[in-house]
Structure formats: structure tokens, C-alpha cells
T-cell receptor, first 115, second 113 residues
């Protein structure tokens, strides 16, 4: 079955520590996205990538970093510079490749908490 | 930045009743999408309506779009307990080839048995 896999499901971060959230898709999608969701709120875009080896900052990129070395993978690193990292992180993908009007497909999220 | 805003924030209905929620947005769009999120899970795409469409149906879902008022509504007919979830509208940036979506804060729907 095609889909998006996020791991781990739960993650704990210590003070001063960087942590990396994994996102893998086998949908052959060009575009991938990282969102942050806080309790009772909508999704805020952290970073997105429309093609391999290229990515852009979203609305709340400070304290986060990404890479897009492979089409199927878009890992997110939450750095120690992100002072309030506790949130639910969602990865998504869409067909991209110049085709607008396409839905996004989501993984089941990683819940990050501070120790 | 959030472009879409859903109304109401929360909705509680009896099984079998209809649920209606609204979404307003600020700038022109190519399309508007509705998603469902069950507690602790990712979002699931429900329906996409393009800016030149006025109404779209999918099973028990009916979506309308009024671009002159910059608003959309999602109607769930004959609700079931399994419809209990949060519902989000999402819009793209009209006139852009960017694939980004802006999500609203969502409507939480509780269907009572």
C-alpha cells in the first residue's frame, strides 16, 4: 500500500538536544511538507519541498532544518534553537510537478515532548 | 499564515442529524479543500472544489463555494458516530503555481449516539 510513514510516533527531547523526525513516502510524489499542530489549532507550515534537492521556508521555520536528498525522504530536525518544540508534527506529500489542484496526503504524525 | 477560518469552533449533534460548518478565506484561490482529522491521527483529504465550481458532492458530503463571499460550507448528512472528528478547510494561493496550503483552526464535531 502506498502512503507516508512518520517515525517515531512519540519522541522526547532533552534541553540543548537536536532531534530528527523521519518522513518517508512511496507515492512517487515530488512535493513534501512539514507542519506543526498545537492543541486545538490548525496546521502551520514549517518547511516544504517541491522537488529533490530544493526546499523553502514556511511560516514558522526558525529553529527547524530539513534536507531533501531523496525523492521519498524529507527528514525534519528540531534544533535546540526551537525553544517551544512540544507539538504534534505532521508530514505530507502531494503530486507536485506543476500540477496544482491536488490533495495532500498525510502521515500519522510524531508527538514531540520536552523532558 | 492562516487564511481559512472555520465556524463554528465546535459542534455537537445527535446521530442521524446533519452537520454544517463554514469556512471563510481572505484572498483569491485556485481551489479549496476539506480534510478530516481523527484524534491523534493525520489528516485525511475529503473533497476538493475548484474556484470555478459552486457545489460538489461525495457520498454524504456536500461542499459549496461562493468566491464572491470568499466562503465555503461543508455539510455532512445523516451523521454517524464515526464522523466524530475535527474538520479543516485549506486554501491555496490563487494565481500561483505554489503547492502550499493554508489551513484554518478547524471545527470539532461530536456525534452523540
Amino acid at each position: 500500500d502506498g502512503g507516508i510513514t512518520q517515525s517515531p510516533k512519540y519522541l522526547f527531547r532533552k534541553e540543548g538536544q537536536n532531534v530528527t523526525l523521519s518522513c518517508e513516502q512511496n507515492l512517487n510524489h515530488d512535493a513534501m511538507y512539514w507542519y506543526r499542530q498545537d492543541p486545538g489549532q490548525g496546521l502551520r507550515l514549517i518547511y516544504y519541498s517541491q522537488i529533490v534537492n530544493d526546499f523553502q521556508k514556511g511560516d514558522i521555520a526558525e529553529g527547524y532544518s530539513v534536507s531533501r536528498e531523496k525523492k521519498e525522504s524529507f527528514p525534519l530536525t528540531v534544533t535546540s534553537a526551537q525553544k517551544n518544540p512540544t507539538a504534534f508534527y505532521l508530514c505530507a506529500s502531494s503530486i507536485g510537478a506543476g500540477r496544482i489542484n491536488q490533495p495532500q496526503h498525510f502521515g500519522d504524525g510524531t508527538r514531540l515532548s520536552i523532558l | 499564515s492562516q487564511q481559512g477560518e472555520e465556524d463554528p469552533q465546535a459542534l455537537s449533534i445527535q446521530e442521524g442529524e446533519n452537520a454544517t460548518m463554514n469556512c471563510s478565506y481572505k484572498t483569491s484561490i485556485n481551489n479549496l479543500q476539506w480534510y478530516r482529522q481523527n484524534s491523534g491521527r493525520g489528516l485525511v483529504h475529503l473533497i476538493l472544489i475548484r474556484s470555478n465550481e459552486r457545489e460538489k458532492h461525495s457520498g454524504r458530503l456536500r461542499v459549496t463555494l461562493d468566491t464572491s463571499k470568499k466562503s465555503s460550507s461543508l455539510l455532512i448528512t445523516a451523521s454517524r458516530a464515526a464522523d466524530t472528528a475535527s474538520y479543516f478547510c485549506a486554501t491555496d494561493a490563487g494565481g500561483s503555481n505554489d503547492y502550499k496550503l493554508s489551513f484554518g483552526a478547524g471545527t470539532t464535531v461530536t456525534v452523540r449516539a
